[in-house]
């Protein structure tokens, strides 16, 4: 069966920075459409950025030019840095895969401290 499984959240202070990858097994992921969510406390889960199977990439507009997404398929793994962390990047990020249907992982949590 499919499985997402993130990784590398934490707790970090503002302006740091963090490394998140998520490893997808059960799937092939190099036809996958891949992408970053997040959810708030008391918010709805909301897009963070993606990237295609042929490396095009988009990006809300709060993340633009702090994360970067990232894929390696010879890894099946999906990855964002997320540079300048400010106290409002602090979610749970989920990753998806967009094969016919979303997948989705368990989500990590990153926490940025003011």
């Known amino acids: 069966q499919v499985q997402l499984v993130e990784s590398g959240g934490g707790l970090v202070q503002a302006g740091g920075s963090l490394r998140l990858s998520c490893v997808t097994s059960?799937?092939?992921?190099?036809?996958?459409?891949m992408a970053w969510y997040r959810q708030a406390p008391g918010k709805q889960r909301e897009f963070v950025t993606r990237?295609?199977?042929?490396?095009?990439?988009n990006y809300a507009s709060s993340v633009k030019g702090r994360f970067t997404i990232s894929r390696d398929n010879a890894k099946n793994t999906v990855y964002l840095q997320m540079n300048s962390l400010k106290p409002e990047d602090t979610a749970v990020y989920y990753c998806?895969?967009?094969?016919?249907?979303?997948?989705w992982g368990q989500g990590t949590q990153v926490t940025v401290s003011s």
């Open positions: 059960g799937m092939d992921f190099s036809l996958a459409a």
């Open positions: 998806s895969a967009d094969l016919e249907r979303l997948y």
């Open positions: 990237i295609t199977r042929r490396g095009n990439k």
